[in-house]
């Protein structure tokens, strides 16, 4: 494993992000940030699984670390999120988020850090238009 933080994303309430779906089990994934800028998820062996989305194509996420950017969106069981939606909730956890060493960015601006779910059931920074629908 890199050197870095590692934050958990689940449904338990105690989770680094916490996502309120019944798909997503109690500790769903592991979201890696490396002292070198770089970020990576991690299945914690949920029952619905972990996904990677990037330009159109699935890639499946098992108990081995997968690189991500911050365009991917990540499905953890049916709840989908951004991984600048990740950086954004963790934005007051990780406050260096957008000075990765070695010249990488994490997050270039984020000005919220806490999330809602929208009308339509994506997530979404509290007080933001929704990715998805746009409302």
């Known amino acids: 494993m890199k050197e870095g933080k590692t934050f958990t994303i689940g449904r338990d309430p105690r989770c680094d992000i916490a996502v309120a779906d019944d798909?997503?089990?109690?500790?769903?994934?592991?979201?890696?940030?490396?002292?070198?800028g770089s970020m990576t998820v991690r299945d914690r062996g949920?029952?619905?699984g972990t996904?990677?989305?990037?330009?159109?194509?699935?890639?499946?996420?098992?108990?081995?670390?997968?690189?991500?950017?911050?365009?991917?969106t990540l499905q953890f069981g049916g709840a989908s999120l951004t991984v600048g939606e990740i950086l954004t909730g963790?934005?007051?956890r990780l406050p260096e988020a957008g000075n990765g060493a070695g010249g990488r960015v994490w997050a270039a601006s984020v000005a919220e850090t806490r999330m809602e779910r929208c009308?339509?059931?994506?997530?979404?920074?509290v007080h933001q238009r929704c990715p998805e629908c746009q409302a």
Request: aromatic fraction near 4%; proline fraction near 4%.
């Open 23 to 36: 798909s997503v089990s109690r500790v769903h994934a592991e979201f890696l940030c490396g002292d070198d």
């Open 51 to 72: 996904r990677v989305l990037r330009k159109g194509a699935t890639k499946p996420v098992a108990e081995m670390e997968v690189e991500v950017c911050f365009t991917d």
């Open 46 to 48: 949920s029952r619905n």
């Open 119 to 125: 009308a339509c059931g994506s997530i979404k920074p």
């Open 90 to 92: 963790l934005r007051g």
